[in-house]
Structure formats: structure tokens, C-alpha cells
């Protein structure tokens, strides 16, 4: 082989290895966006689930205002029937 046709091999070798390198830290770069984005929606999940817990701790029962409200027409219902 000539001189000149291992200088030329030797500049694709070096092209190349820029160009994987590049790769690798595009690759990198995108992995580690999509772990920051990961993050934040295992924060927003965690926030939206306390929410949540707190919506369902605060909520009355169904049963219990079927409950109340029967009482409350019964009582009313009572009341008319006595009179007053």
C-alpha cells in the first residue's frame, strides 16, 4: 500500500470515529431527556394520586346520603302527618 492510501484509510478512520462519537453523545443527550422526563411524570403521577386520595377521604358515601336523605323525608313526612 502507498503512503497516500494509508493516509486516506487513516482519514476515514478518523471521520468515522468523530461521527460515532457525535452518535454516542446524541444518544446520551437523548437518554438523558427522556430520564428527566421520566422523572417529572413519576412526580406529576405521585402529585395526582395524593390529589386523589384526598378527593376520596373528603367524599361521603353514596349509601350515607341515600341514608341521611330518607331519614330527612321520613322525618319531614312525619311532621306533615302530626299536623303542623
Known sequence: MTHSGTEGITLELERLHRSV???????????????????????AIGDHEERLDALERTRWPLPSLAAITSCT??????WQSSGR
Open 21 to 43: 462519537d457525535v452518535g454516542f453523545a446524541t444518544t446520551r443527550g437523548d437518554l438523558a431527556l427522556l430520564l428527566q422526563r421520566a422523572d417529572q411524570t413519576d412526580k
Open 73 to 78: 323525608a321520613l322525618a319531614v313526612a312525619l
